[in-house]
């Protein structure tokens, strides 16, 4: 075999592995990245449950808290 034909392909060789292990990387990154969104999607809903309660609960004790305030 040529030897400049040898060198090619151990070139794109090389390429092939540097751009598996950017894939690899970006995968591991989306990753990461799908777990924090998780993670701050069940935040905000567990605030939004809470903010919801809280206003139900204010919304029924305001008359108790202005006849107490009368």
Known sequence: ?????VIRVERIQERQDAIE???GDIQR???DMDRR???I???LFWLSLAGS???GLLG???PAIARIMS
């Not at 075999?1 to 034909?5: G, I, P």
């Open 1 to 5: 075999m040529d030897q400049s034909l």
């Open 21 to 23: 292990r950017t894939v």
């Open 29 to 31: 990154d989306y990753r």
């Open 37 to 39: 969104v998780e993670r």
């Open 41 to 43: 999607e069940m935040r």
């Open 53 to 55: 309660l809280a206003g």
């Open 60 to 62: 029924a004790s305001a």
